[in-house]
């Protein structure tokens, strides 16, 4: 696995390669330790200690005092993505994706009320109903 600047990441659990990735200028500091570059603020050396314990948790620590919180968001995941299993497994679409299909679904409908609907944007709209199980 290559981490975002094109090195390669160390292996670990599926916890470790999902932050580790997400980082730059990754380098281990010893058994099942690396430093990185903190996400979190402009970093031009490494800052960042990363950990795995021995049950898989994923520990960080900016000693330049970015939260752990902080630099999980800055590289787009959770804090919940630290911790094995912890991460249900979805089985339909995300919350986000529905909302997404009703509010097109919404705009499509007004639209299609006004007869302002076709093309490509009636095809989207049929595309929504259909994932939302609208008639």
């Known amino acids: 696995m290559k981490t975002r600047s094109g090195a390669l990441a160390p292996v670990g659990s599926a916890?470790?390669?999902?932050?580790?990735?997400?980082?730059?200028?990754?380098?281990?500091?010893?058994?099942?330790?690396?430093m990185a570059r903190c996400p979190a603020h402009e970093?031009?050396?490494?800052?960042?200690?990363?950990t795995e314990t021995s049950d898989g948790v994923v520990l960080l620590k900016?000693?330049?005092?970015?939260?752990?919180h902080q630099i999980v968001n800055a590289i787009g995941l959770e804090m919940r993505d630290l911790f094995p299993g912890s991460t249900p497994a979805r089985s339909g679409p995300s919350r986000k994706a529905v909302e997404h299909e009703q509010m097109i679904y919404r705009i499509g409908k007004a639209?299609?009320?006004q007869g302002r609907l076709a093309g490509d944007d009636?095809?989207?709209?049929?595309?929504?109903?259909?994932?939302?199980g609208v008639a």
């Open 15 to 34: 916890c470790l390669e999902k932050v580790i990735s997400c980082l730059d200028k990754v380098r281990s500091s010893g058994r099942n330790r690396w």
């Open 111 to 113: 639209l299609s009320d």
């Open 122 to 132: 009636l095809q989207r709209f049929e595309l929504a109903k259909q994932r939302l």
């Open 62 to 68: 900016c000693f330049a005092g970015c939260t752990a």
């Open 43 to 50: 970093d031009r050396s490494p800052s960042l200690a990363i």
